[in-house]
């Protein structure tokens, strides 16, 4: 079959939003309307659009404003769900990283080393299980068939070399380590981005601060969250991607979420070099805290998985009671202890997961998908995770033309580079910054560009923050920020440390000013 041509006009910006929504607005009817904006709303619209059906996706409030920019950042094979029996997740996830480490995505996906440090405190009946479960972790790559180029295999390494690979660890207690390789997101919430954009060059609407008020199986009342004016949009199908927050839409699901904690720190203070630590947690037996190295220097230390009692807010909070357990779990492997001094900043996310029997604990609960019908002909996709993203979508689409009749070919998905994607080695080749070259791919020309014409643009805009001001213009006119706080929070997440983000406040306004009105040179594209 003939891969898809590369999709073209994927900007996204508030000239293109006003034009699309006066055609919705207007009575113009689409095929499948998709609500949520997150990293499954946005796989939908794009394995849609790429069939050639019409399609509009709303989000309230911003793309991957919930929980899909609040992950770890891994794409991950499995290795936990071959823990828990989950044999055929754990397949699904191996194959839909394999996907995207040499598809879709290799300029949003690193390969990231993850060492378990093997201390007196491990038996050697768990050193044999744990290196069990990394072969078979690794059997799981070899039958997704990424290579050993891209994903080595496991091995275990003496001590010296687990002090080489991360200077931090404890020397006294350290007998060696197992080292492992999986993948992780330069960042989650601009794949969410990238998909969204990829969808719009295939002809789907992109429609940030739209608020659907009501769904019914043909339609969605929505709120224009800029001007405050309501309006009805039509389609032959409506599918409910609204993440922990789709049980506002339907009675159709129950979810139980669960919250996942991180903590952000400084690589340089932690003494973390480019290899992750994957740290037992004692008295459990498969459930791990996560050390995890980031390009920019920072650290994330996470992830817990507790249960949400009661409301569900729009940013949850760190409990100080999760900031101590992750740094308590943490210090049992490093030379120092870690205290609240050394968190930068916090954030959480919330796994929308299905309810389920059997189990009180939300750790326990399945991270599979499902497409729920219900009474209304609203179609709501929930469950899954951030790393089979496109299965999930691809389903939810095959649903949605069984259900409205609609006529469509198979999923192309597999086979479409997202925005700025390139083989590995053709990326070696762009004439970029490394740096940008990770965050955009192939379109990193493009964004430096805007630095070379204006030099003023070339300069960063917050001290310690390699982010410049060429990479807000480029937000603002081609990836949908509309205001300081999408760029802050989405397309450069300066937000997750208050210091960094009030610095560069100032100087993100003005941007985003300039940009709005036009007077940063050439006006916005739309179509």
Known sequence: ?????????????????????DELAGGQPVDILVIGGGVTGA????????????????EAKDLAFGTSRWSSKLVHGGLRYLASGELSVAHESAAERHVLMTRTAPHLVRTLPQLIPLTERISPARRALLRSGLRAGDLLRRAAGTPSAILPG???????????????????????????????????ARLVVTLARTAAGFGARILTR???????????????????????????VVLNAAGVWAGRLTDAVRLCPSRGSHLVLDGASLGLSSTALTVP????????????????????LGLTDEPLDGEIPDVPAVPDSDTDFLLDVASTVLARRLTRADVLGSFAGLRPLVEGAGSSRSADLSRKHAIVGSPNGVLTAVGGKLTTYRKMAQDAVDAAVRAAGLHAGPAQTKRIPLAGAAPRTNLSTVDAPARLIAKYGTEAPRVAA??????????????????TAAEVVFA????????????????????????????????????????????????????
């Open 210 to 236: 739209m608020e659907a008020t009501r769904a019914d199986g043909d339609r969605v009342a929505v709120r224009d969250t800029l001007t405050g004016q309501h309006a009805e949009l039509r389609a032959r």
């Open 1 to 21: 079959m003939k891969t898809p041509a590369r999709p073209l006009h994927t900007s996204l910006n508030a000239a293109r939003r006003a034009i699309e929504l």
């Open 154 to 188: 496991p091995r275990q390494v003496p001590a010296a070399e687990a002090l080489a690979l991360a200077p931090c660890l404890r020397r006294d207690e350290l007998r060696g380590g197992l080292l492992s390789f999986d993948g992780a997101l330069v960042d989650d």
């Open 476 to 527: 603002v006119r081609h990836e949908g920020a509309l205001d300081v706080q999408d760029v802050l929070d989405i397309r450069t997440r300066l937000g997750l440390v208050a210091e960094q983000a009030e610095a560069a406040r100032p100087v993100i306004a003005e941007l985003v000013e300039r940009c709005l009105t036009g007077l940063t040179g050439d006006a916005p594209a739309t179509r």
């Open 43 to 58: 796989g939908i619209a794009l394995d849609a659009a790429s069939r050639g059906l019409s399609v509009a996706l709303i």
């Open 450 to 467: 805007v630095g070379e014409l204006d030099p003023d643009l070339a300069v960063p805009i917050a001290p310690g923050s390699p982010i």
């Open 281 to 300: 947690i004692p008295g459990e037996s498969s459930r791990f805290v996560l050390v995890l190295p980031q390009p920019d220097g920072r650290v994330y």
